[in-house]
């Protein structure tokens, strides 16, 4: 039996000094989201409102937690650890319909796959329901 490498650090970056979703460096601190990380002062009204239009879908569970964490299952030949595929397969196709991405990381001492926000696919994110 095998375990997975992880393939991120599992550990928490340093503190940002560029804005999570368009990547500009910072000159002050900015504001921390759950889930994405810290945001800048004119993308965190972008944010917000994304999450904010997210939450009344399904992928509410995620915004509201800012992560979504599925068990890993000993895969079929026994030799690695891997998600659920219908779990994992149906956030992501609601991030798809929502247009977002996620992006995961894998926290071997309790074999958990954690799916998060990819912050930068927020940029693209068109806000449907929140007025300019
Ligand atoms: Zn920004």
Redesign the pocket.
């Given at each position: 039996m095998r375990e997975i490498t992880p393939t991120r650090k599992t550990t928490p970056r340093t503190p940002a000094t560029c804005?999570a979703?368009?990547?500009?460096k910072l000159s002050n601190p900015g504001t921390v989201v759950l889930g994405i990380g810290e945001?800048?002062p004119?993308?965190i009204k972008h944010v917000n409102a994304a999450l904010t239009d997210l939450a009344a879908g399904p992928l509410a569970l995620l915004v509201a937690r800012g992560e979504v964490r599925l068990k890993l299952q000993l895969s079929a030949d026994g030799l690695s650890w891997i998600p659920s595929h219908d779990a994992l397969s149906q956030y992501i196709v609601w991030a798809d319909r929502a247009g977002i991405k996620l992006q995961h990381r894998i926290e071997v001492s309790t074999r958990t796959y954690i799916l998060t926000i990819k912050p930068r696919s927020l940029q693209g994110y068109s806000v449907k329901s929140v007025q300019a």
């Open positions: 804005c979703r368009c990547g500009i945001v800048g004119e993308c």
